[in-house]
T-cell receptor
Framework: DQQVKQNSPSLSVQEGRISILNCDYTNSMFDYFLWYKKYPAEGPTFLISISSIKDKNEDGRFTVFLNKSAKHLSLHIVPSQPGDSAVYFCAASLYNFNKFYFGSGTKLNVKP | GAGVSQSPSNKVTEKGKDVELRCDPISGHTALYWYRQSLGQGLEFLIYFQGNSAPDKSGLPSDRFSAERTGGSVSTLTIQRTQQEDSAVYLC?????????????FGNGTRLTVT
């Protein structure tokens, strides 16, 4: 039973436009959420996180939004750059727990 | 090096053989995780270590899988009598402390192919 779902396996965006990646979760007890970026043949790298006490966290071009009532989070990248082309994973956990649940990933292609 | 190191980067083995995958976490990181990613799938949790003990082994797929960690540092994931469905990228991650919103730092993984 997958507790974190990324329903879009791929997304294609023009350079300079906004990329919006979505993630849904089923466990209302999750209170810490993360986004990871993965290039081919490399491990995932941490991008941005948000705790459930917030509904938005921003870091440069990257913003994560959390909608607890809908059990939904999204990652906005603006403006998108070709170097952002990668697979993006969302993950969720309990803040003081140690198991992170990952989605299946969304492959983002930013076209020059 | 500064990051999580995994070896080998690639391993091809025959069905039925045993394999050992190694992970060197970031120095000082007390928590260590093993995940695997099968083709087209997300990251599947296998096991978690805090220090040398493994409080959560719930993700190990079968008793052919085992892992240990020594000295609070290096970890080895062993798969006995490998099967073709074990083919995947095995990822190790570490974090500086237990829980408390600490992100995982991943290695580049070991790509295991069972023929």
């Amino acid at each position: 039973d997958q507790q974190v779902k990324q329903n879009s396996p791929s997304l294609s965006v023009q350079e300079g436009r906004i990329s919006i990646l979505n993630c849904d979760y089923t466990n209302s007890m999750f209170d810490y959420f993360l986004w990871y970026k993965k290039y081919p043949a490399e491990g995932p790298t941490f991008l941005i996180s948000i705790s459930s006490i917030k509904d938005k966290n921003e870091d440069g071009r990257f913003t994560v939004f959390l909608n607890k009532s809908a059990k939904h989070l999204s990652l906005h990248i603006v403006p998108s750059q070709p170097g952002d082309s990668a697979v993006y994973f969302c993950a969720a956990s309990l803040y003081n727990f140690n198991k992170f649940y990952f989605g299946s990933g969304t492959k983002l292609n930013v076209k020059p | 090096g500064a990051g999580v190191s995994q070896s080998p980067s690639n391993k091809v083995t025959e069905k039925g053989k045993d394999v050992e995958l190694r992970c060197d976490p970031i120095s000082g990181h007390t928590a260590l995780y093993w995940y695997r990613q099968s083709l087209g799938q997300g990251l599947e949790f296998l096991i978690y270590f805090q220090g040398n003990s493994a409080p959560d082994k719930s993700g190990l797929p079968s008793d052919r899988f085992s892992a240990e960690r020594t000295g609070g540092s290096v970890s080895t994931l062993t798969i006995q009598r490998t099967q073709q469905e074990d083919s995947a990228v095995y990822l190790c991650a570490s974090s500086p402390r237990q829980g408390a919103g600490s992100p995982l730092h991943f290695g580049n993984g070991t790509r295991l192919t069972v023929t």
